[in-house]
């Protein structure tokens, strides 16, 4: 009996830690599965979301994806999710000038955050920064260590609705592209 | 036959009580709350959380916020308040209409967002759509240019059944709900002092 309690509870504690372990991995996997699907079978309406790897979010098109939950509905979301064995991952962004919120983060694969910074820490009007998985910081541009995957991660506050189609034109000009 | 089955029957019950125990912090739980501590610190009825992204974080925590869907904000981007109750202590009801008044926070920015309990977004569920459309989504938030960015300046917001106008009201399409108060760009004080978050008090103004 006793060695039957040990048991059950050394395999119970071993798969809960695997499980939390795992968690955020698997909310990842499931987000590369949704982006998978928006490119092949887009819902109407969100045909123009991914060019590439970058995905221009807009509030009606994540809505509908399970792995999305409480999007901030005044948020214009821009999203790339790399891979780093395709190379080292050059990004390249306008930045609003007025006081408009703005704000880029880079997600390790487990979700952690590895860098952020907002437009009121940026003087010019594009931001641009190099993703890496190697110790190598390049001399010329910023460059982050990331795990091999990671997502970058905008948000662009929309004030209102009738805001939505200028701005859409402003982020689209976001490249995300493997060197 | 019996013998397997004696020899496999502590991995199977171990493994279906780790499943079970990995449950609660796959959705928005007292539990897990309690567990990782997201949810503890709170002011009036409103649970606050400083910084859903810190690096210190350990892996409960971080399965939890990345089980509930976020991809969060790091500190000090972003202070998050979230309640489900109203100033009397009941659960806010998409049967009721409510009035919640505050003060705008020393902030770039400030939002308040409705979503059902399970996090996703609401649809009135009277005529169900398959899809939302923009309309329905910006009824479910609103914000300060729709009210005012003045600091200290007091506002108040009404809450209720398709209320679909950008103009300072928030729909719950008569689904029950919680309330997320967004403060992006907070002064750094109130990361010292939580307590001097501005909270806002929700009044019940009455039920079908």
Known sequence: MKSWTLKISLVALITHVLLIFMGPYIVMNQLDRNIADAIENPFEGCENTYEGIVGYLDQVCISKRSSTRMPNYDFMYTMCRYDLNNGDLFVSMPVPEDERYWVVHVHNNNTTVEFKINNLQIVDDRYEFLITNSNNQNEEIKTIQTTNKGTVFWRLLVNTADEITNLDEFRRTTVCEYR | ?208
């Open chain 2, 1 to 208: 036959m019996r013998k397997t089955v004696n020899k496999s029957l502590p991995y199977i019950v171990g493994i279906l009580i780790g499943i079970v125990s990995f449950l609660p912090f796959t959705r928005p739980t007292s539990t897990a709350a309690f567990l990782t501590g997201f949810g503890k610190d709170s002011i009036n009825q409103w649970n606050y959380y400083l910084d859903y992204g810190l690096e210190s974080q350990n892996i409960w925590q971080r399965a939890y916020v990345s089980l509930l869907g976020l991809l969060p904000s790091a500190s000090p981007e972003v202070i998050y308040l979230q309640t489900s109750f109203d100033d009397g202590g009941e659960s806010l009801s998409g049967n009721c209409s409510y009035e919640l008044s505050g003060e705008v926070p020393d902030a770039r920015y400030w939002s308040y967002a409705i979503y059902g309990n399970d996090n996703y977004y609401l649809q009135d569920p009277n005529s169900l759509l398959d899809q939302p459309t923009f309309e329905d989504l910006f009824a479910q938030v609103t914000n300060g240019s729709e009210l005012t960015s003045k600091i200290g300046e007091n506002y108040i917001i009404k809450i209720d059944n398709n209320l679909m106008s950008q103009n300072g009201t928030l729909s719950h399409f008569g689904n029950d709900f919680t309330l997320i108060l967004r403060i992006y760009g907070p002064n750094l004080n109130y990361y010292d002092n939580p307590t001097s978050i501005p909270v806002a008090s929700i009044n019940n103004e009455g039920c079908k």
